[in-house]
């Protein structure tokens, strides 16, 4: 507000001689000083700037000094006002200072007295100012008090993890609304023991590491089961809130649904186990068939041995491919990102493989036949990939058929995808081998399957091909007479490459 | 000599055990899948059943088992397992299946031959 040193003294008085000699005392004094002639001279300067101090003179020909002392304390609330009168009695200097008047001079008056009289008012002025600084301030940090716990409990109530206080009595203090969805409770009263609503694993943990302690500096974290809902899995972390001499205040548990990454987790292991199961199985078939080859006591004839000497080398050979198949897996799990992505034909990489699988069809005996109806099979790819899907999808074609079966194959087209449809006439599926289809180590098990090679990947690595490409994969099968294969793979995807 | 039903999905570890069973000297029906299995065990009343743990399903061989006691049928049965340690899984007979002894494969002869011949003995105590 002021910004000079010097203190600004408005004198307002209809006597020329007195403000005269007032002014010059004052600015002896090192005040600066402006005088007005009247009462509306006074009050419009007043208000036009911002003056420390104002005598006014009680009477003055058109406003009443009393008059103009309202209109300025309205309008200027922290310019300190004097009224200077000739006519004193002790009751107008009363009214005056009811009025809002901060003192009165009586006329006349020495130099020193009105200097001294009107350094107390400027005291007061710095008083009055100092006030309303610390007023505005405080309320400005209430404001942002008030903003800030808003905003806290904004955040802390769109939280996913369930945040709930608790203090050192036991009782709930707080809950967000995370908390009561992952505790199942439809609303926690403030103020009760958390005994009643929470679960027994938080409250025992509590009651033995919180409440009646002084002090606690350690969190705790916990799984919990929770009841009714058995697959859901929630992770506790019960934490001390400490005072600011470290004494406990209280607790706040944070609860998280860990159930996905349960989940996957589990997934995982399951995993592990059936490839142990996968790989162990050919290896337990060819030690068994060594064993028995060693064993003098065990009599196998010739014929017998050449069997399992062949059926050894077939297990063998199965667990290699499954070995790679896996390694491919692996890598397509690692290499989410690492395609390399460039322009491809389609239908160029179809006849590599039909190129490629000619040997055993001509073994076979079998018929291909090729329909062509699509006008553009270019796409934007991982070359590997798609050699890799379409192998796996056309030797299943070969492997699976009959002596002198047919495999019809039929490539077309629309605006989003590329279709390619691949129809066998072999073993066909049953209907629950067919639901089993895309799932890892699946092999449809009987007696038309046992002598051929597979490792039960082969069209889970298809799936996971196609589904990286936001393609889409369908089987229809009849069991004994073949199963037909419809790939629908996308135009146009977002890889950059 | 006694008669031995052998059951699992495997008709190589079929065929290798059905053969070192019979070098000794046993009478050996074989089946490589739980429908079948049941079956054999039904018309031949074998002396002793060996059922694999996993064939379509992972739990086959308990179910085949569970299924025989439900029945009454007291027979011993030996069980082949493969991925217990995998799973951490300690097979306690009994409890976990109806069962009398387990292999864990790969099957060594010897194993497989004195268990075989222990369970058929107490069996005979009976």
Known sequence: MQTQDEPRILIIDDEETLRAAVKRILENEGFIVQAAANGTEGISFALKSDF???????????????????????????????????????????????????????????????????????????????????????????????FERTRLK?????????????????????????????????????????????????????????????????????????NPDPDKFIEATISPVPQSDNKLAGIVIVLRNITEFKKLEMAKSQFVSMVAHELKAPIAATIGF????????????????????????????????????????????????????KEISFEDILADILLLLKIDIDKKKIQVTFKNSAKKTVIRADQNEIHRLLLNLLSNAVKYNKENGTISIGLSDDVTFIILRVEDTGIGMKPDEHKRLFAEFFRAKNDKTKNIHGTGLGLSIVKRIVDSYNGKIECVSKYGEGSTFTLYFPKINNYKG | MARIAVIDDDTDILDASSLILKSRGFEVVT???????????????????????????????????????????????????????????????????????????????????????????KAKEK
Request: charged letters at 30%.
């Open chain 1, 154 to 226: 904004t955040i802390i109530n769109s939280i996913r993890d369930g945040v709930i206080v608790v203090n050192r009595e036991g009782e709930s203090v707080y809950c967000n609304q995370a908390a009561l969805k992952l505790l199942n409770i439809s609303f926690l009263p403030i103020g009760i023991p958390i005994i009643e609503h929470f679960p027994s694993e938080i409250v025992s943990l509590v009651e033995t590491n919180f409440l009646g302690k002084e002090s606690q500096t350690n969190s705790f974290t916990i799984e919990l089961n929770t």
């Open chain 1, 52 to 146: 420390d101090l104002a005598l006014i003179d009680l009477k003055m020909p058109d406003i009443n000094g009393i008059e103009v002392l309202r209109e300025i304390r309205r309008k200027k609330p922290y310019t300190i006002c004097y009224i200077a009168t000739a006519y004193a009695s002790y009751d107008t200097a009363i009214e005056a200072t009811k009025l809002g008047a901060d003192g009165y001079i009586l006329k006349p008056f020495s130099p020193e007295e009105l200097v001294s009289q009107l350094r107390k008012g400027l005291e007061r002025r710095k008083l009055l100012l100092e006030t309303e600084r610390l007023r505005k301030e405080r309320e400005e940090s209430l404001l942002e008090v008030a």
């Open chain 1, 290 to 341: 060594l064993d028995i080859l060693t064993k003098p006591e065990i009599k196998v004839d010739d014929a017998q041995r050449m069997d399992f000497l062949k059926r050894s080398h077939f297990r063998l050979d199965s667990l290699l491919l499954m070995i790679n198949d896996l390694l491919d897996i692996s890598r397509m799990e690692m290499n989410k990102e690492a395609k390399e992505i």
């Open chain 2, 31 to 121: 089946a490589n899948n739980p429908d079948d299995g049941y079956r054999i065990v039904k018309e031949t009343q074998p002396d002793l059943i060996i059922l694999d743990v996993i064939m379509n399903e992972p739990d086959d061989g308990f179910v085949l088992a569970q299924k025989f006691r439900k029945e009454g049928v007291a027979t011993p049965i030996l069980m082949y397992t493969s991925i217990s340690r995998a799973l951490g899984i300690e097979f306690s007979k009994g409890i976990m299946a109806p069962v009398d002894e387990f292999v864990e494969k790969p099957i060594s002869p010897d194993e497989l031959v004195s268990k075989v011949e222990k369970l058929l003995a």
